[in-house]
Structures are given as C-alpha cells and as structure tokens.
C-alpha cells in the first residue's frame, strides 16, 4: 500500500480548498511505518503551504475506534472546547472513533472537519460519509489475480508491487456537506454504527470468556477465569 501520495493529496485539498491550516493528526502506534508514513505526508504539504504541526495535536488511537473516542475527548477538554480546522486520521476506523468522542462532548457534526484512511465500506455508509484515501483496493486485487495466474503458469516468484493510493472525497472534509434536519439523521446512522461496533465487541468479549472457561478442568482453576474477566476491557 503507498501510504504517502494519497495522504499528500487529500491533506492538499484540505488545505487549499477548505483552507485548513490548524490540524490534529491521530495516529496509529508511535513506531508503525505506515502511520509515520501518512503523518510525514500530512506535515509535508503543511510545510509546502507555511504551516506546521504542534506537538500538543499529534495524538494516538492506535487504530482502535474506542480508544480514538477516549483520546479525543480527553483533548478536547484540555483545550477548553476549542477545536481545530480538522482532524486528519491515519485510518477511517479513528475517524468514526473521532467523530462519536466529539458527538459525546456536545460538538455538532456541521462543526467539525474529519478525514480518514482506507475506503472503508462503513466510512461511506456513515454519516457524515467519511472523506479518505482510497489505497487502490480494486487494483490491489486485479495485480494479485494477474500474479496468481503468472505463478500457476511460471512458478512461485515473488514480485513487490505498490498502487498508488488516491484521496477519496466525501462529505466528512466539508464537501457536500448535509444540512438541517439530514444532520439528524446522521447523528442516527453514526450513533447506531457505534451500536453495531459494540455489538461486535461484546460478542468476540463473549467468545473470548466461552473459549476460556471451556479450558477450565479443576475448580482450584476458577479464579483464574475471573481474574481473566477482571483483566479484559
């Protein structure tokens, strides 16, 4: 995956169509590559166009949508409901985690820019859809099948490829943004997103807990499994 042309372009149009100059960069782990990747392209085109990055505006999510909600509402009441032109995401998992952490601090949709990373089906489906770089899935996989034919003809050989990613322009940067009473709605869409995700989480929670306690052969072994379910999240 090209994690830096598509991040480059999209942060361009942030900066020279919605005139954003002031952003809060959440990323994935400190030492991930791709996330040091996308954030170099974002301060890239910051420097290119006079503007840089504060320290106090690089967060972390580490890719995790419930952990985005924490650290995003932690920063916004630190900066006393002062918000930022955008909040650039290095993945669209945080940006829905962002956008819902500032829903729960009272921040209305309308106000707030947001843009992510992959093209996920569910940032499209959310609401506002979630503005992102696309890493070129479709010719991801057309390379694939190309090179999957090439080694049942030829034999296994490894070949390194990277697509060329692309910004891919929703609603959520401030294009086409909804209005009135379809901000409601959205509020609806991404509220029962955040429904859906609990859902998951509850029922992998659930199967983790089954799996455990089905391991459980002498009852000198039970507290262990509490200890287990004090220790999950």
Not at 1 to 19: A, I, K, P, R, S
Not at 100 to 116: F, H, M, N, P, Q
Not at 180 to 200: A, C, K, P, Q, T
Request: glycine fraction near 8%; hydrophobic fraction near 35%.
């Amino acid at each position: 995956c090209d994690n830096y042309h598509g991040m480059h372009e999209l942060v361009e149009h942030m900066v020279l169509q919605h005139h954003v100059k002031d952003i809060v960069y959440i990323g994935g782990p400190a030492d991930n590559q791709e996330s040091m990747l996308r954030k170099k392209a974002m301060t890239d085109v910051l420097e290119k166009y006079g503007h840089s990055l504060a320290t106090e505006n690089i967060l972390c999510g580490n890719w995790n949508y419930y952990e985005t909600q924490y650290v995003v509402m932690d920063w916004y009441k630190k900066n006393q409901g002062k918000l930022p032109d955008a909040f650039v995401c290095a993945n669209d998992v945080m940006a829905m985690g962002c956008y819902v952490g500032l829903s729960k601090c009272g921040v209305a949709i309308e106000d707030v820019k947001v843009t992510g990373f992959d093209s996920l089906t569910s940032g499209s489906m959310f609401s506002p859809s979630i503005t992102s770089v696309d890493p070129g899935w479709e010719e991801m996989a057309r390379r694939s099948m190309e090179h999957l034919f090439y080694c049942m003809d030829n034999g296994d050989e490894v070949i390194y490829q990277t697509v060329e990613s692309h910004g891919d322009i929703r609603e959520s940067c401030g294009c086409y943004h909804k209005k009135g009473s379809e901000l409601s709605d959205g509020r609806e869409i991404f509220l029962g997103y955040e429904r859906m995700v609990n859902s998951s989480y509850l029922g992998g929670h659930m199967c983790e807990l089954s799996n455990f306690w089905s391991d459980i052969r002498r009852k000198e072994d039970i507290p262990k499994f509490f200890q287990y379910v004090l220790s999950t999240d």
